[in-house]
């Protein structure tokens, strides 16, 4: 922009170029075909030319740089082709405007578009015309240009061209049809009729059949088949022909390509059989998907819910470790006894998986039907020790549990707990955890002992269960877990959903190692 700006700056003197004259060029330049250009000079100080000035182009002009038609307009020669001062052609524009003799001559040039040199010849005709130049040019490298990038499409498709005159019995294949079929270039190119002697047999019949009808009536062709090569390679062709007919409709010449379709075939293939592996892997993980949900429907409610039992609304929160499973050794029971209390169990099972999933349905279960009977709480817990200790049939495993029953008419919660990490209370804004009362975990020896506490619940109250999941961080005391989750259950009390805002401030899904079971309990 600065160059044509300082251009513009300098004295210019063209009044051989007046507009009158420039306007009739410009017609007649808009209706001519090809790259056809009118400079008129632009004269220095001293009167001598400086540069020539683009003043009108034809309509489909072009330059070495892909600059077109109208966008030619107002650029100069100099500025623009910087390299052509001082050569022939240079030469050749001062003679037609001093001589008003016309020039024709040959330019080689590069020049750098988008960074990549391009260098190119043309033929180039200039005649005087109203004190300018009209010029054009012709490009003489464009069937050199076309062939390289004909040869670049035929070696990047895989193909080659084949052409017959079917009058003079000539067949020519381009060199990468020899390539195809492993062919020397010294046996000369084969037959169509010849090619099935080369291809797969049951391919045959249907080659033979569309040759026979190109040869006789030039129906179009299009077939793919195996073709048997030397040292015993195979590989897969696509021959695609057309016919060119006389005034009776019989096939003169013959175009066409054959195309080596070997590696498209070969990643088919090898598509079809992981297609077919993803198929029979998603049915496996199908049948897996249903069988945990089943288990699911089984062993537990729906992992997030809210629930009203014996006038307390208790919400849940439930994620397993393990992906793909909505189940682990974490469990809850949220339910209505017969004799309208409420039952609340958490519980957490040692490691994962199925055999956990075992263990935890086989607590679960056993703890839910003895506190219906009317058990009390630690013979409960008492029970569930023996249970795994003398169970047979199951590696040994151990398992903590918090265990809760909430009388409505007295407003009283008594708990019992295994080893299990002890109730957060929320009142008044405060929060405190609850004394854990007696009781180590299950399945750890014969000689267990199970104690009860019990607090009677104010209305505003919130008491939090869960599981380890929730507190603990690798590398981290439990303490510093526990105050964490104090910290954060009081920051959360005045939102409506307080245990789903607890669990997306503590469990970062990424670096959890355990799962995650709680039950928010309030009045």
Known sequence: MAEHEEAAARP????????????????????????????????GPSGEVED?????????AVDIGGRRGSDLVGLTVLQTYPAVAGTDLWRGYLRVLATETAWEGDLEYEEAAAGIPHRSRYRVCATPCEGGLVVSWNRLDRREREQRRLDVMQRLGNMG???????????????????????????????????????????????????????????????????????????????????????????????????????????????????????????????ERDLAARLQNTLLPVPEQTLQVAGLTVDIAYQPLQEGLNL???????????????????????????????????????????????TPLPVVLAR???????????????????????????????????????????????????????????????TARYEVASLDLTEGDHVLLYTDGLVERAGEPIDEGLARLARAALLCAGEPGLLAALVTELVARDSRHDDVCALHIRR
Not at 12 to 27: C, G, I, K
Not at 259 to 279: F, G, M, P, R
Not at 397 to 403: C, K, L, S, V
């Open 52 to 60: 020539l000035r683009f003043a009108a182009a034809s309509p489909r």
């Open 161 to 287: 061209w084949v052409d017959r005159d079917l009058v003079r019995g000539a067949i020519a294949w381009s060199d990468e049809v020899y390539s195809i079929f492993d062919r020397d270039r010294s046996l000369g190119p084969l037959a169509l009729e010849e090619l099935s002697a080369y291809a797969d047999i049951e391919d045959r019949p249907a080659l033979v059949e569309a040759v026979q009808r190109l040869l006789k009536s030039g129906e179009s062709a299009d077939c793919t088949f195996g073709v048997h090569l030397p040292h015993g390679r195979t590989r897969h062709v696509r021959v695609v022909m057309e016919a060119e007919t006389d005034a009776q409709g019989q096939p003169v010449q013959l175009y066409g390509f054959f195309q080596d379709l070997s590696e498209a075939k070969q990643t088919e293939q090898q598509l079809l059989e992981h297609e077919q592996n993803a198929l029979a892997q998603q049915a496996l993980l199908a049948a």
């Open 384 to 446: 569930l020790n023996a249970l795994l200790l003398h169970a047979t049939g199951r590696e040994s495993r151990t398992a903590t549990m918090i265990m809760a029953r909430y009388e409505p008419a007295a407003c009283r919660l008594s708990w019992v707990g295994a080893g299990h990490l002890p109730p957060l209370l929320l009142r008044d804004g405060e929060a405190r955890f609850l004394p854990a009362p007696g009781g180590i975990l299950l399945g750890a020896t014969p």
């Open 12 to 43: 210019v003197h063209s009044s051989t170029v007046n507009e009158a004259s420039l306007e009739v060029v410009r017609r007649v330049l808009a209706g001519l075909p090809g790259s056809v250009a009118f400079l008129v000079p632009e004269f």
């Open 328 to 374: 682990g050794g974490d469990w809850y029971s949220a339910i209505e006894l017969p004799d309208e209390s409420a039952l609340f169990v958490v519980g957490d099972v040692a490691g994962h998986g199925l055999d956990a999933v075992a263990t935890m349905a086989l607590l679960r279960f056993t703890a839910k039907g003895m506190a219906m009977t009317g």
